[in-house]
């Protein structure tokens, strides 16, 4: 039986969120509380195997109670944020950024069109994050920006500039991953980075948004039919494949899920694979699963840079794991070796007026 710790000021939402997670008959709701003081408390005395948190209370928000139980008491957190974004958005990466393993949206009332949906998800969610072993964070742990990026014991040997595209794959943890790569990339990186990361539906823009606050890069959620230029991040939208042509023009595409997942890392990497070859990088990151790892497979056997993310680093070891186990990554490493071979593969353009080279 999976215990669940509730975390949600209003008792309305409380009472309804406990009602979907006593429907399931693996869950049972161990406790609720109704602010972050009370969370951090219960959380040592309860010892649940998940808390479901909100992100809006009064005295303590989701987001320094999230950092505070990982701190004291860790134990898987998801983020349960209400049905309107609009106010949450920062605070809900905040609090992944202190060590939250997710985030969903709650479902709308039993009478909505899309709530047997949206319940399901956050069943499937809880039960998922129940299996994730979590470690303690210090204090200070959850910084900004990086000072420095040490350096990696191995690096790929291919020739700076023959990466035309960086292509990245992540699910579970990839938010801070990803964040820990991109904030050491530099601005004029030479390559666009196309990124498919799994997320609950609702949360792709403010995602973006939150991580181009800690890149020179500029991020954004993909569109049909442009252009991936050299030193932007393409965010992969809810619900749509992406691909590229060999003109680097993005197609997004409804196909049917793979893996169970739409967007999927398999489409993104099968595609790179056939378009680019040799002159594209692939990057399989922290997540439950396989998606992505034979078709990264694939991208190496076609003479690209393949890499996985390391297993002491990754929350979940399951996708870059595979990954290695199928001899798919030439290299594994932590993410700031990924931000370093990133830097190394498509080094950044120097734009000063009247000089064409490299930085």
Known sequence: MIKVLLVNDSPTAAAFLAGILGSDPEISVAGVARNGLEAVSLARAKKPDVIAMDVHMPGLNGFEATRRIMESAPVPIVIVAGSSLRDEETLVFKAVQSGAVACVRAPAGFSAPGHTAQAAELLRLVKAMAEVKVVRRWPGAAGGRPAGVPEPGKLPAAKAGAVRLVAIGASTGGPVALQAILSRLPAGLSAPVVVVQHMSPGFIESFAGWLGESTPLKVGVAVQGETALPGRVYIA???????????????????????????????????????????????????????????????????????????????????????????????????????????????????????????
């Not at 997942?261 to 378009?275: C, H, K």
């Open 237 to 359: 939208p809810d619900g749509r494949h992406l691909t590229l042509d060999t003109g680097l023009a993005i197609q997004l595409l409804d196909g049917a899920p793979e893996n169970g997942m739409r967007p999927s890392v398999s489409r993104l990497f099968r595609s790179v694979a056939a378009v680019f070859g040799k002159n594209a990088a692939g990057i399989l990151l922290t997540g439950m699963g396989a998606d992505g790892a034979p078709e990264l497979k694939a991208m190496r056997d076609a003479g690209a840079v393949t890499i996985a993310q390391d297993a002491e680093s990754a929350l979940i070891n399951g996708m870059p794991g595979a990954a290695v186990k199928a001899g798919a990554a030439a290299y594994v490493l932590a993410p700031a070796e990924i931000a370093a071979a990133i830097t190394a593969l498509a080094p950044a353009i120097d734009t000063t007026p009247g000089n064409g080279g490299s930085k």
